[in-house]
């Protein structure tokens, strides 16, 4: 197995935000309680429950030390539940924050807390439409001022001194695809709360550089959009001088650095892909076979498309960390005029299924029909993307790549079994052969290349692009690659070292891969994105730091040291959740504990109400805030 027993990551609090509320920390160490421990481990302590399931009642948390007050986003509800944390083991509901008044049908999306400031992102009804970021006081929940962003913020962070808030406004499409807004980063200034002043950092200078993104390695590829739509701003860290941000574009699968100051994007960097070839990057393709079979496949590539990102200094140098959780476009999947009506030629009239490519745009589609031998058609008015079988008639394996796994000319073999590749999910828009124009090359059903007046019908992949990195990555402060953890999470959710529940005392490998709406499930989640590691946060003790990793599909939470951003140690892994063998469901969560982490928060010993320093996770799928104890160990 790798090094997975790599380290949990530590952000300096003080150096470089993200979303929710990080405490800022001393730099230096005066006593017991910041001691430099030779390694961490958590303990679970309680848990505020809302008593909702699946609803998005407990996503992102957000600490004020001075009231010692959370504050967690009710999507929802529209709404902020505030907490009462000066007792950690006995976290109670005291009042909470509507946005209402502020925009009605509004959804909460992000919540960050800094200097006894409250800033709350706020998505517009329709979700097109510009949202908001409100400011208000945390002592009394006074609200000191509220500025219109870009469309859909979906993450907030302060600069250090407080005076500034960033949303990124990931400026999604309508569900129908009818209207796509821009993607844009909004800097609003509070110095004076009841007068702010908003500066966006938008993408329009690279509208007309799509060509040169894509070869790039940036992902830009909507049905007819501009850059500017196409690149949609997901989570945010901000340097500790308060001058650079670094915004995840997740589907873009891609950084963008902001210079604050002049509210301009100053680059784009495209992350790169994992090589599943290479040991060490294997996953498990499928969801079918029931059985933990972690692999390499030739010609299989991960795209990272990472969630969210916090950055630390070490030795004076910037690091990223992401969480590769990954993310598939899929406007219209629930809109028939989009698929179509299936065909059926034994009615009278017969029935021609005619989609609609304009009503929407689904990216993700199982090699298994993908590469079927009787093309694309059979799968009309199912869920065959209409932009997809405008592209051909149907899709080859290259035999030159796909050999290792049965793919002839024409034939994709054993390749597309649902114990090797067929069952996993990719993107069909990449991995096609093409020509020196970049359109894609069209091969005879057999295989051949076209010869005299033939037409070729099938598009012919050479890479398979599947879906999030199932890992975490640490980049410098340019994007370059300093250490991704590769197949080192599924290794150990695979080991016997790794348990479940409050007690550690339930294998992890009975319940590998499952979904966090399941019951008695093994390997469900194998053919998408694995365990998805998708929120993250990073806290100091002494002169280490740690990352705290929630892992979303799978639960729980990894813990690593990365004092060292070339050599992450692992630490410890808790997953709160105690019932797997019956599926959760409204109005029967008693006993489950913690489903769906999303938002993770670290609050230091000093700023902790008894003095211990303390993760809280919020959890969408349970409705939970759960509060955890950073335990350090001493060697003596």
């Known amino acids: 197995m790798k090094n997975l027993y790599l380290g949990?990551?530590?952000?300096?609090?003080a150096t470089l935000t993200a979303c929710g509320g990080d405490s800022n920390q001393p730099d230096t160490v005066l006593d017991e309680a910041v001691r430099t421990p030779d390694s961490i481990k958590l303990s679970y302590v309680s848990r505020y429950s809302t008593g909702s399931f699946d609803a998005s009642a407990a996503?992102?948390?957000?600490?004020?030390?001075?009231?010692q007050r959370l504050f967690v986003v009710n999507a929802e509800q529209g709404e902020l539940d505030v907490l009462d944390l000066s007792d950690p083991e006995n976290p109670v509901k005291i009042d909470a924050i509507s946005v209402a008044g502020i925009a009605p049908g509004a959804e909460v999306n992000s919540v960050a807390a800094s200097h006894g400031l409250v800033a709350v992102a706020i998505e517009a009804e329709p979700k097109t439409d510009n949202g908001f970021v409100a400011l208000y006081q945390a002592s009394d929940l006074t609200l000191l001022g509220s500025q219109r962003v870009g469309a859909q913020p979906d993450m907030v962070a302060f600069t250090p001194d407080g005076t500034r808030v960033l949303t990124a406004n990931e400026g999604e499409p309508s569900d129908d695809y009818q209207t796509d807004p821009e993607g844009s980063i909004s800097i609003v200034d509070f110095s004076d709360p009841s007068n702010p002043v908003v500066s966006t950092a938008d993408f329009t200078a690279y509208n007309g550089q799509e060509e040169s993104l894509r070869n790039q390695g940036v992902r830009i590829y909507g049905p007819g959009a501009s850059a500017a739509q196409d690149l949609e701003p997901e989570y945010i860290a901000v340097s500790a001088d308060g001058n650079t941000a670094w915004v995840t574009l997740q589907e873009n699968n891609a950084?963008?650095?902001?210079?604050?100051?002049?509210?301009?994007?100053?680059?784009i960097v495209s992350l790169g892909e994992i090589d599943r070839s290479v040991e060490g990057n294997g996953i498990d393709a499928s969801d079918d076979d029931e059985v933990i079979n972690i692999r390499t496949f030739a010609g299989v590539v991960g795209l990272y498309l990472p969630d969210s990102i916090h950055g630390y200094t070490v030795n004076g140098k910037t690091y990223l960390v992401t969480a590769n959780e990954g993310d598939a476009r899929a406007w219209g999947e629930d809109n028939d005029d989009y698929w179509g009506e299936e065909a059926d030629a034994k009615v009278v009239p017969p029935v021609a299924c005619e989609p609609d490519a304009s009503q929407g745009f689904v990216e993700?589609?199982?090699v298994k029909h993908l590469v079927h031998n009787s093309g694309f058609a059979r799968r009309c008015g199912d869920d065959l993307p209409p932009q997809l079988s405008a592209l051909a008639e149907g899709a080859l394996l290259d035999p030159a790549v796909f050999g290792y796994c049965g793919a002839t000319a024409g034939d994709s073999g054993d390749c597309r079994e649902d114990d090797v590749l067929g069952r996993l999910n990719i993107t069909w828009t990449m991995g096609y052969k093409t020509d020196v124009d970049g359109q894609p090359l069209k091969f005879m059903a057999n295989g051949s290349q076209p010869e005299g007046d033939e037409v070729g019908t099938h598009?012919?992949?050479d890479t398979l692009y599947s879906y999030g990195g199932r890992s975490f990555s640490i980049r410098d402060d340019s994007g370059d690659l300093v250490f991704d953890s590769g197949d080192a999470i599924e290794q150990f959710l695979a080991s016997d070292t790794c348990k479940l529940g409050s007690e550690r005392s339930i294998d992890c490998a009975d319940y590998f891969n499952s979904g966090h709406d399941e019951g008695n499930a093994i390997d469900s989640r194998s053919d998408a994105?694995?365990?998805e590691p998708e929120g993250l946060t990073i806290g100091q003790i002494g002169d280490k730091h740690f990352l705290f990793l929630g892992l979303e599909r799978m639960g729980g939470v990894l813990v690593y040291d990365i004092t060292d951003p070339a050599a992450p140690v692992y630490q410890d892994y808790l997953n709160s959740r105690e019932t797997w063998d019956v599926a959760p469901e409204a109005g029967n969560l008693d006993g489950y504990g913690d489903l769906g982490p999303e938002?993770?928060?670290?609050?230091?010993?000093?700023?902790?109400?008894?003095g211990k320093a303390l993760l809280v996770v919020g959890n969408e799928v349970s409705g939970s805030t759960a509060i955890y104890e950073v335990q350090s160990v001493f060697s003596e």
Not at 59 to 67: G, K, L, R, V
């Open 459 to 461: 598009i012919m992949y």
């Open 59 to 67: 996503e992102i948390p957000a600490y004020d030390a001075a009231s």
């Open 255 to 267: 950084l963008a650095k902001v210079d604050i100051a002049t509210a301009t994007i100053t680059d």
């Open 8 to 13: 949990a990551g530590v952000i300096l609090a």
């Open 364 to 366: 993700e589609f199982r």
């Open 529 to 531: 994105k694995g365990p």
């Open 599 to 610: 938002g993770l928060v670290f609050i230091s010993a000093a700023d902790s109400a008894n």
